[in-house]
């Protein structure tokens, strides 16, 4: 309390890329975080929760384009001048769990997570520097079974959670087959391959031809900026097309398309293989193309993967901010990264898995009008006319939410009795309680049924407005099945 | 890839003070937060989730026992230089959110929020830098209806996950009260103020005649330190002593002794004025002594508290780390804080609110026996006795899987029979189930019931181990049936 100088006030403001989530934008995450772990458990899989803070060595640098080990992650030094952050991601936490208890923990060990994770990127529209991943991994399973599990797995997910058949798609690749494509072609040069790489990315945006001149000599693109090519000869860039292009409606000629890119190649070959022991395993289940396809478009941007690649695509249309239309896309993806847990122990362990981005997955269902939009559960509000009967009003809600209805009691400055209503709209309660003093004193309550109120003082004529009285008055002792019925009208 | 020098291996460590939740630690607190929620919600509260990540200057320093901003924080600087921290509770952030989002929000604003808080201080024995808290607050409420609903809340979570009545208590006191005891003492040193509230804090555990020693002279304490004393005479300190020993079985005798105390105040007036309110209004909707007391000792650490305080405690007994009795102690507190808005509007907005340790409140049901030591929900093990036959194991746990069972295929290495069945162990899995090539041409399955084969491992005798099998052989299409069975049979 030495301090005397008046400190100025400080901004009410979130920090810059994070923000604030209220009511039922809360409550839908927690709903389907809910429902994704009941799918994941019945899948055998355990929950695992670490915390938001790892050391900056145990995270590593795995994330995307980033090269310095504390670039893109909110990072610090602790009281002994080591490096802390705030987790990217759910994975590396998971090597790290891994590798430290592997003493304690079955093997495989498939388990699930899901919270928050921090990325210190460029905010943007729709992106904040904190968002919620649901993951689950399988750690010390080399066999490709675990990845068609876990593909069967997120399609059952995103079934529960309310996408509907048709309207998604889990695709699968291999990294070994694009390995293997990019073996053959003799390419030695890292930055040629990395370019590659990028050009095979931009498929789905530029197609076949603009892929040729991208391999090639460049392209000019819709924006008409010169994009210059990775400099291939045509029979060069042949086997990059012909893996791009070798999806078929019969995926046993997808993978002959396939075992023709990869030319000779032993990784190639190996990867195709796997590709058809998933497509196999899980065709014996069930899961046809119209919810899990081998697709060699698939990529997937971390340099961790191994093996086997997948994404869930939503396929339905929506409209843009430019009101264009367009495909939702990605809202889940991973596949099998061998060599994590290998960092710690120096033994390989092979782990798969998969990350929901759940943010984006509510925002599907909302533009499918699939949650939110129903009528939302606010509180009955029991007005206060006499504030020294603060006890009578306080036990009235009691009484209904003993009676499992949500109410509460107007806590603020009674005395204007307009605001109390106005309340009452902003909180979209269905009824409102009103005990004046002659109330009391016959014995009763007012109870208005504002959802019918609002109703009548859109639509109704005078004659409907009389007939259709949306305020009743009832014994006080009917209090609570007087808004149980009108509650029970609304629903 | 230009490095060439191979770094060390990293350290596969939780950083110091923070750890790794596993399996039902993670599920039980997500349930014990799913039923705090619906009461928070059946009292009108609406969920809010701000980030984890706040700016420094909106946090302030509220931390107890902290004098500079960024001590007892997780802070680091954005690329603005701007500083950035972790949350250390939820309050700090409601006030931000209040002053940013007020224009938009109902007045008054009830709200409830949980998640993880971080707090850079020496960690100890069950104490650790990442917990989590769940709080409820109302913000613009002036009315202490606001705060005994908040008790009331508070009883009425208590009992709803698990704490029977009787084995907690929820104590409330006013700051008002206090500062009027101070102020008839005439203390104008705040160093001396400072003094008589620590002394105060003290009382649980040295009683009266120790507090007065505490305020005069000093004390020889129970390790044989001598701990100076205020050096108050023992007319001066008698308020104090009145005041702490002012709680009486008869609740108005108990505010009478209070008033006495407070001499002449006039804002010890308005606490126990307060005080008496708040015991009216629970009093009136049936929260006795058994579940509510008015208790003058409780005095919260926290500085910005300026009314009513309250804190639940548990009241059971439980051994200590070295044997002793001792009662679990306190797992919620709060109480009416009116200036954080203001720090940050300059309009003073009243606030009052709690905030449950969900961590200490789940190791309290856990020390009673009322969560865990059931049965583990482990999933049905599906081992693997042909490798090439892998769809057909899937099949048989997605046929579990539909019947609403938890099963998994063994996705190690199956070379090894007996260790499929080690794995299914440390899986506390209830059941095994085994088709080799004999099973598969036969059309069945073997069905191994784990926990009946553990209970006759244990304790039978060789005829009991006969009579009663553990295994048991079905045709392949009574798979789902018999596991169910033995399922209903266990559980």
Redesign the interface.
């Known amino acids: 309390?030495a301090k005397v100088k008046k400190a100025p006030?400080?901004?009410?403001?979130?920090?810059?890329g994070?923000?604030?989530?209220?009511?039922?934008?809360?409550?839908e995450?927690?709903d389907m975080l809910?429902t994704i772990?009941e799918v994941y458990?019945?899948?055998?899989f355990?929950?695992?929760?670490?915390?938001?803070?790892?050391?900056v060595?145990?995270l590593?640098k795995f994330l995307p384009d980033v090269d310095r080990p504390n670039e893109g992650v909110?990072?610090?030094q602790?009281e002994d001048d080591?490096w802390?952050a705030?987790r990217y991601d759910l994975t590396a936490p998971l090597a790290?769990?891994y590798?430290?208890?592997r003493n304690d923990l079955?093997?495989?060990y498939?388990r699930y997570a899901m919270g928050?994770v921090?990325r210190n990127e460029k905010p943007g529209p729709g992106r904040y520097?904190?968002f919620y991943q649901c993951d689950a991994d399988?750690v010390?399973?080399?066999?490709v079974?675990?990845d068609?599990?876990i593909c069967?797995m997120l399609s059952d997910t995103l079934e529960r959670v309310g996408i509907p058949r048709g309207d998604y798609l889990v695709r699968v690749n291999n990294r070994k087959v694009l390995n293997g494509v990019l073996e053959t072609m003799g390419l030695s040069d890292?930055k040629q391959r990395d370019d590659v790489l990028r050009t095979i990315d931009k498929f789905d945006k530029v197609g076949e031809a603009g892929v040729r001149e991208l391999l090639g000599k460049g392209r000019l693109d819709a924006s008409g900026a010169y994009i210059d090519g990775v400099g291939l000869s045509a029979d060069q860039a042949e086997p990059v097309v012909a893996f791009l292009t070798s999806k078929d409606a019969d995926v046993a000629k997808t993978f002959a398309n396939l075992q023709d890119a990869i030319g000779g190649s032993k990784v190639g070959s190996e990867g195709v293989g796997e590709l058809e022991k998933i497509g196999?395993?899980l065709a014996?289940?069930?899961y046809g193309a119209d919810r899990i396809e081998i697709d060699p478009s698939v990529v997937r941007g971390l340099g961790y993967y191994t093996g086997p690649v997948f994404e869930a695509e939503l396929t339905f249309e929506i409209l843009d901010d430019k009101g264009r239309k367009r495909q939702f896309g990605s809202v889940a993806g991973g596949g099998r990264y061998d060599d994590l847990v290998k960092?710690?122990?120096?033994q390989e362990v092979p782990a798969t898995g998969v990350s929901i981005g759940v943010d984006r997955l509510l925002a599907a269902l909302r533009e499918k009008g699939r949650i939110g939009g129903t009528v939302a559960a606010g509180?009955v509000?029991v007005t206060v006319m006499d504030?020294n009967r603060?006890?009578?009003y306080?036990?009235m809600?009691?009484e209904l939410?003993n009676a499992?209805i949500?109410?509460?009691?107007?806590?603020?400055?009674p005395k204007n009795f307009g605001n109390q209503l106005k309340?009452a709209d902003?909180?979209q309660s269905p009824v409102a309680v009103i005990e004046g003093g002659d109330e009391h004193e016959n014995g009763v309550v007012q109870i208005k049924d504002l959802i019918l109120g609002a109703k009548i003082a859109e639509n109704a004529t005078l004659e409907e407005w009389k007939e259709r009285p949306s305020q009743y008055e009832v014994p006080r002792d009917q209090l609570v099945a007087k808004v149980r019925e009108i509650l029970d009208l609304n629903s």
């Open positions: 309390m006030r400080p901004k009410a403001q979130t920090p810059k994070f923000r604030d989530y209220f009511g039922a934008e809360v409550t995450r927690a809910k772990a458990h019945q899948y055998g355990d929950a695992l929760e670490s915390s938001g803070v790892e050391t060595e145990a590593g909110f990072a610090w602790d080591a802390m705030l790290r769990v590798a430290q208890h079955p093997l495989p498939r928050p921090w520097r904190q399988t010390g399973a080399a066999n079974a675990a068609a599990e069967a890292d196999d395993l014996a289940q069930g960092r710690f122990t120096g509180p509000v504030k603060m006890a009578d306080q036990t809600v009691a939410r499992g949500r109410a509460e009691v107007y806590l603020g400055n309340y902003k909180r």
